[in-house]
């Protein structure tokens, strides 16, 4: 290693598994010979990938362990004999089934580890901002990617032998002990990370727009390595039995990880094993529901069996050990049935779900009995089984044992050895990006650097990514946290990142997203000057809001309205209604009830929408929008902001009829403002606000008639006294104060000042806030305009 590697600050740390050596453990050497050149180093890295032997299946089958056995014999009967020199190194299985490289594969893999990480400490430590910007940042980006793509060959599943555990020279190798490379791969992405963020406070605005789009490379590539979920429940469907826990049923390697594509394993594509999930139906079961399943031909039949290329997985259920031969067991005469829930590459190429009795033999193929099946249409649908949009089988199946309606699928927590959540790539990216206050770094909290456009625009995923995780934890906890409930019968809180003396809340909260980056996220965003930085964190906000948790996002929400507290000024106003107006096209008023029922494979599409903000989160913002239109300033804003407003107003029009609790909180404070009004009428002793009051009896108006008729005729009967009774009152005191006014200013001109004042908001019309003039000339107007509102609200 070049002199320098050994030189330099430390960087900072970089969370849970981060390592401040070279890669080795060993301290750094002074070498002679320069660094090489970073198209030298991507040359050599290719020579190293391609040494690496390919990834296959950590657990050896059944073929694998006779042919062992049969070498491991042969070679000891001819080192009886005295022969066997030379001969090729055989393959190495341990006592439990687990296969190890031979010495050539096992020294290509040390190699490639050992030298993947100094480079990256090189170039964290060992090199200048100046050198850094003086290189082609291309070049350095693909050099960081050569360098993932040889640690993504070896992933996080090799099995290796335990360091300094004698193995034998071959066959079984009883003697042998297996260990993981995913402490190893782990480290890696520590450095990894360790470089992101020297490029992220660098000085260099370049350096740190380029830090930020590797970042986003990173993202996605943890997205892929997020473990599956632990577990999958259908209900819904006609046919009864598989209604039910479908436990995880694919391969798993040594340190108890997932081994499939996009779940803990290694991207690489030849490691992916082949996700699927087990659910046993006891014979019993079988019996009790036969008569339910006897009759119909399930509907839509097609192609419900896959051609030979798929990649075949092992395993039983995640709780048991997976069966050596790795296939799952097929059922005993009189045992029940195993219904399988896995994906399969059709010859078309396209990756099909099903849920099928797999055959034992032939698995993925037409002797497969298939019961439901999905077309992957998405990414995401192609790597973990779809929710909805399942169709039934039928015809192709001798009458076929599927029955419509189809199943809805629920995923459930993540296929994690125990207490090892935190140890997941998207678990230690957020863990760093708390620890090193890099959302402070985005929004001009620490450093002093100030906020820059670019840099919030390209943060928004790493924010993104680290509130997902953050619900993602907070629903799999809860789970949890019931399961301990329902065992234990208390109600003790079990978090597994943090000690029982810290609540479940606060544990996330030090991982993942907390209250104070978004409060730092809101004050930027209403008082930074720079628009451009306003319009980009608006967007982050946006963007972020629904994979918040609720506990956030109803934060965040008060937040918003705590700055239209009357006492502050009116500036806010226009930043907030921007805010509520760009949630208010992003996540529109949809409800189930509003859609046209369709097919069901349609159904997803329609409840997406709505699903966006949980219902906790909607009516917070409702409450929201309720506050802006109440705001002293919303009837006299400008004319830019006027239509914004009246298209709130539409928002929570349509919003309401689906919140009555919110419609009788609303109608309630409506009822106790006139109640006030009613009663004063002195202004003089007690000033009263004429723009206010006559909003009041608008907005009164407005909720009232998104009320359903029955309820709307009940709330105009209840009360302390009818509705039409008080407005009535609330109308003969404002008459009152306007010529008492007039009487103690002696004259015309200051009873024209008070009318000045008063609201000319008219819901008679299209609007809640007029945009009439309020010139002296059209004083006269507005008193009438005024009247004319709470005269025909009183015949309404």
Not at 350 to 371: C, M, N, R, V
Not at 729 to 734: I, P
Request: hydrophobic letters at 35%; aromatic letters at 6%.
């Amino acid at each position: 290693r070049p002199s320098a590697a050994a030189g330099g600050s430390t960087g900072g740390s970089t969370g849970a598994g981060d390592d401040d050596g070279c890669g080795d453990g060993s301290s750094a050497v002074d070498s002679p010979w320069p660094m090489p050149t970073i198209e030298h180093l991507r040359s050599f890295l290719s020579c190293v990938g391609d040494a690496l032997p390919q990834w296959t299946p950590p657990r050896a089958d059944k073929k694998q362990r006779e042919k062992a056995a049969a070498a491991a014999a042969q070679q000891q009967q001819q080192a009886a004999q005295g022969q066997g020199q030379g001969q090729p190194q055989q393959v190495q299985i341990t006592a439990d089934g687990y296969v190890l490289p031979n010495q050539t594969d096992l020294s290509a893999i040390q190699s490639a580890i050992a030298t993947t990480r100094p480079i990256l400490h090189h170039l964290t430590f060992g090199v200048t901002d100046q050198w850094l910007k003086s290189q082609d940042h291309n070049d350095l980006e693909e050099l960081r990617r050569s360098l993932t793509r040889v640690m993504d060959k070896i992933g996080p599943s090799r099995v290796l032998p335990a360091p300094g555990v004698p193995g034998a020279p071959g066959g079984a190798g009883v003697d042998a002990v297996a260990v993981g490379t995913r402490a190893e791969y782990n480290k890696f992405q520590a450095s990894v990370r360790r470089l992101l963020l020297r490029y992220l406070t660098s000085s260099s605005l370049p350096l740190r727009l380029m830090g930020w789009e590797e970042l986003e490379s990173v993202l996605r590539h943890a997205d892929r390595m997020r473990p599956p979920p632990r577990d999958y429940v259908a209900s819904g469907a006609g046919c009864s039995y598989l209604n039910g826990v479908f436990e995880f049923g694919a391969e798993i390697d040594v340190d108890g990880w997932a081994v499939v594509a996009g779940g803990g394993g290694s991207s690489y594509a030849g490691s992916s094993g082949e996700l699927k999930y087990l659910r046993h139906v006891p014979a019993s079961e079988l019996s009790r529901k036969a008569s339910k399943s006897s009759s119909g031909d399930g509907g839509d039949g097609g192609d419900g069996g896959a051609d030979d290329n798929m990649a075949n997985g092992s395993a039983g259920p995640a709780q048991q050990q997976p069966p050596l031969d790795g296939k799952a067991s097929a059922p005993e005469e009189g045992e029940g049935k195993v219904i399988t829930l896995f994906r399969c590459t059709m010859r078309s190429s396209q990756k099909w779900w099903f849920l099928s009795e797999a055959d034992a033999d032939q698995p993925g193929t037409d002797k497969d009995i298939d019961y439901y099946q999905h077309k992957s249409k998405t990414a995401e649908e192609m790597n973990l089984p779809p929710s909805d949009g399942w169709v039934t089988c039928g015809s192709r199946n001798d009458g076929g044992p599927g029955r419509d309606p189809p199943p809805h699928l629920q995923p459930r927590g993540s296929m994690v050895p125990p207490g090892q959540e935190g140890m997941a790539l998207t678990a230690q990216i957020s863990t760093w990006a708390v620890q090193n206050n890099v959302v402070e770094l985005v929004l001009g909290g620490m450093g002093g650097g100030g906020t820059h456009r670019e840099i919030v625009s390209r943060s928004i995923s790493l924010i993104e990514f680290m509130a997902k995780l953050g619900r993602r934890w907070e629903e799999e906890d809860e789970e949890r946290h019931l399961s301990v409930e329902d065992e234990q019968g208390s109600d003790m809180e079990v978090d597994r990142l943090s000690p029982s003396t810290m609540s479940r809340s606060e544990a996330i909260g030090r991982e993942t997203l907390s209250t104070s980056h978004l409060s730092l996220a809101w004050e930027t965003y209403i008082s930074n000057p720079d628009e451009s930085v306003t319009n980009e964190v608006r967007r982050l906000l946006v963007t972020v809001l629904p994979k918040l948790t609720d506990q956030l996002a109803i934060h965040l929400l008060q937040l918003v309205a705590c700055s239209l507290d009357r006492n502050e000024k009116a500036q806010n106003l226009n930043e907030i209604v921007e805010l509520c107006s760009a949630l208010a096209v992003e996540y529109p008023v949809i409800h189930p009830a509003d859609g046209t029922v369709g097919k069901k494979e349609q159904q997803p599409q329609q409840k997406e929408p709505s699903r966006a903000l949980s219902d906790a989160v909607r009516s917070q913002f409702l409450l929201l929008l309720w506050s802006v239109l109440n705001h002293p300033d919303a009837s006299s804003s400008s004319s830019q902001l006027r239509p914004e407003i009246e298209n709130l107003k539409e928002y929570v029009r349509n919003e309401l009829r689906y919140h009555p609790k919110n419609r009788m909180n609303f109608l309630d404070g409506c009822r106790s403002a006139l109640e006030r009004n009613a009663a004063s009428t002195a202004p003089i002793d007690a000033p009263v606000d004429e723009k206010i009051t006559l909003r009041t009896v608008n907005l009164t108006r407005f909720v009232l008639q998104a009320c359903p008729s029955a309820e709307a005729e009940e709330v105009v009967a209840g009360g302390r006294e009818p509705l039409a009774s008080l407005l009535f009152r609330e109308l003969a005191a404002y008459l009152k104060r306007q010529k008492a006014a007039a009487k103690a200013n002696d004259g015309p001109r200051a009873k024209s000042d008070l009318l000045r004042k008063s609201s000319s908001i008219s819901t008679t019309g299209a609007s809640v806030h007029s945009s009439k003039p309020s010139s002296s000339a059209g004083v006269a107007s507005q008193h009438a305009s005024a009247l004319a509102d709470r005269l025909d609200f009183l015949r309404y």
